[in-house]
């Protein structure tokens, strides 16, 4: 018999392209094409540097074709300066980082790189006209869009219009035109892609700090629920005893008896849930891991094959998962996660939590990934010892980070 822990979808790993789901504790999911993009993009330097040498290559091409147009050493001295200018405020229109600067400046910054694509125009003739692509980018990613795209179509159809004015053919108009137009929209691209990658990673940075705390949360309200009545009785009847310990001495000690039962109770109470030993479902926490780490952007695929037991080893194999999870959230930079359960035929339960966000290696690296504090996985260990079951992790074939727990499904103590 086979079950699989989805989430509501027919199979495990599955999606949708507009599957929006909820993670725990009313934590927004990434929607599959927005966790996709931040999964499969490059990393923001990288998109950024991507950027910078599209608007550097374009920038060559300018200047060579200034350098076949004319050897004046002014020229291109003062050609290399208007270049290096119309590339600073290139990045100041498109960079992320200067988003701020950019909703203060931007209007003046924007009019600047209009004078030095304008006015250089009839001294340098055609060659500077390939300009208006960037002044149309930066049109665009500066303005509201109500008023850019006509400006951009105004920039393109001056670019048309450049070559009469400079005595220059149809051919070479419509050319500059389409030239224009195509770079700007490529800049405006790529710079939009860059700052939403940015702006995605981010995102998933704060979902998964907020999935972090939803779980902190949730452990404290275990810690109140469990402990609220008992710490009030005590209170309560400690108040008691004191009020009786002169005039009812033997009633003050019925209450004192009590109050020392429910303070055993509560000490075992504060021990189960230190230890992760309530009752738990491997199958519900599997369900609530997954989006958990889809809220974190993690892709997640969860499969649960066999009858899962009930009891003692349910709950330790769910508190191995929420560890694992908890450990993946705040120390890994994972993308995809893998958690897959099954039994032996001899008996025995296997968890399995794999992900690939292990920092790459040196030669004879242990193949566990360094956490800021290995005392959880160190308890889970114990806890799994002391009912005949064993956690193991290393590197699989993939570069997957495995961690690999398994305890018999029925437990007998002594």
């Known amino acids: ?14 999606s949708t392209a507009d599957d929006v789901e909820t993670g725990t504790g009313g934590i927004p999911a990434l929607s599959t094409a927005v966790r996709t993009l931040g999964v499969d993009a490059p990393p923001p330097q990288v998109a950024l540097s991507i950027l910078v040498l599209v608007m550097s290559g374009f920038m060559l091409v300018g200047f060579l074709n200034i350098l076949e147009a ?14 290096v200018a119309i590339f600073g405020l290139q990045l100041v229109h498109s960079a992320h980082r200067l988003r701020r600067l950019r909703a203060r400046w931007g209007r003046w910054t924007l009019a600047l790189q209009a004078l030095l694509t304008y006015l250089p125009l009839f001294t340098l003739g055609l060659a500077w006209g390939g300009m208006g692509g960037f002044l149309g980018a930066s049109v665009l990613l500066v303005l509201p869009a109500r008023a850019a795209w006509p400006l951009f179509g105004a920039v393109g159809a001056i670019a048309c219009v450049t070559g009469p004015l400079l005595d220059q053919g149809v051919i ?22 860059a700052n939403l990658v940015v702006e995605v990673q981010g995102a998933q940075q704060a979902l998964a700090r907020l999935a972090v705390g939803q779980e902190r949360l949730r452990f404290a309200r275990d810690l109140h629920d469990l402990l609220g009545y008992s710490l009030s009785a005590i ?6 005893a004191r009020r009786l310990v002169h005039c009812e001495a033997d009633r003050a000690l019925v209450e004192l008896e009590n109050i020392l039962e429910i303070s055993r109770q509560a000490l075992a109470d504060v021990r189960t849930v230190a230890r992760g030993y309530r009752d738990m479902s491997l199958a519900t926490e599997a369900v609530s891991a997954r ?6 952007g993690i892709h997640a695929t969860v499969e649960i094959r ?4 009930e009891g003692e080893t349910s709950t330790i194999m769910a508190t191995v998962l929420r560890e694992a999870v908890t450990n993946l959230l705040r120390h890994s930079k994972a993308e995809h996660c893998r958690i897959e359960s099954w039994t032996t035929p001899a008996g025995r339960l296997v968890l399995t939590i794999a992900n690939d966000g292990v920092e790459k290696a040196g030669p004879g690296a242990a193949g566990v990934p360094s956490g800021r504090d290995g005392s959880g996985l160190h308890n889970l260990q114990f806890r799994l010892a002391a009912i005949g079951g064993r956690l193991s992790s290393g590197i699989d074939d993939k570069g997957w980070f495995v961690l ?4 018999p499904i029925a437990v007998e103590h002594d």
């Open 306 to 309: 066999g009858q899962l037991p």
């Open 404 to 407: 690999t727990a398994e305890a």
């Open 1 to 14: 018999m086979e079950a699989t822990a989805s989430s509501g979808r027919a199979k495990a790993g599955s």
């Open 70 to 83: 004319s050897s004046s050493p002014t020229i291109l001295i003062v050609t290399g300066a208007g270049f």
């Open 172 to 193: 070479s108009s419509v050319y500059i035109g389409v030239s224009t137009i195509l770079t700007g929209l490529i800049v405006y691209g790529l710079s939009r892609l």
């Open 291 to 296: 989006a958990v780490l889809e809220a974190g």
């Open 235 to 240: 209170t309560l009847k400690s108040e008691l």
